[in-house]
């Protein structure tokens, strides 16, 4: 899957995963100058929509937890 800007759409895992492969292959030091810079770039990409999924996660569990207590707080109230 594509998003509007047409990068490809990869889980929080493939990416992951993807982004230590190309770690594993420049740190191995055998890889010509513009196989490591294309390798490079694409981590980059990588390690930004790793960044970006995480910050969606931790907006997602502080709402999360704002519900929840709200919810306790209504429970609260309620048994006074």
């Given at each position: 899957?594509?998003?509007e800007t047409g990068q490809e759409e990869l889980s929080f895992g493939s990416a992951l995963a993807e982004l230590e492969q190309i770690v594993r292959a420049l740190e191995s030091g055998q890889l010509e100058l513009e196989d490591g810079?294309?390798?490079y770039e694409r981590g980059v990409m990588l390690l930004r929509a790793c960044q970006e999924k995480?910050?969606?996660a931790k907006q997602r569990v502080t709402?999360?937890?704002g519900e929840l207590e709200s919810?306790?707080?209504v429970t609260d109230a309620g048994e006074r």
């Open positions: 899957m594509t998003t810079l294309a390798r995480l910050a969606q709402m999360l937890i919810e306790e707080c």
